[in-house]
């Protein structure tokens, strides 16, 4: 019923940027929170930089001032801008939304690798 694709990745050198986008369509009459996760090889998942519907948004210490997060609420979908890339950044990046009836929706992810 609802689909959530996540597009953007890719291989960039050290230093370089990508920017993330994140669709949601289908059943979904919005996209109330989002937030961007990542998993590199034999780590934890962890969240990257989230937003609510307002606006607000937090990121993890490790790509603050670096990211940014954003939502374009007219298209259904969240960004994730990403400069001053590293190679720690590499990993698939998941993309999550709640509906405004508070059901979750997980993309299949990207690939980021960040090569030195």
């Known amino acids: 019923q609802v689909q959530v694709v996540e597009s953007g990745g890719g291989l960039v050198q050290a230093g370089g940027s990508l920017r993330l986008s994140c669709a949601a369509s289908?059943?979904?009459?919005?996209?109330?929170?989002a937030g961007w996760y990542r998993q590199a090889p034999g780590n934890r998942r962890e969240l990257v930089a989230g937003?609510?519907?307002?606006?607000?948004?937090n990121y993890a210490d490790s790509v603050k001032g670096r990211f940014t997060i954003s939502r374009d609420n007219a298209k259904n979908t969240v960004y994730l801008q990403m400069n001053s890339l590293k190679p720690e950044d590499t990993g698939v990046y998941y993309c999550?939304?709640?509906?405004?009836?508070?059901?979750?929706?997980w993309g299949q992810g990207t690939q980021v690798t960040v090569s030195s």
């Open positions: 937003i609510t519907s307002g606006g607000s948004t």
């Open positions: 999550a939304v709640t509906s405004p009836d508070d059901y979750d929706y």
């Open positions: 289908g059943n979904i009459f919005s996209i109330n929170v």
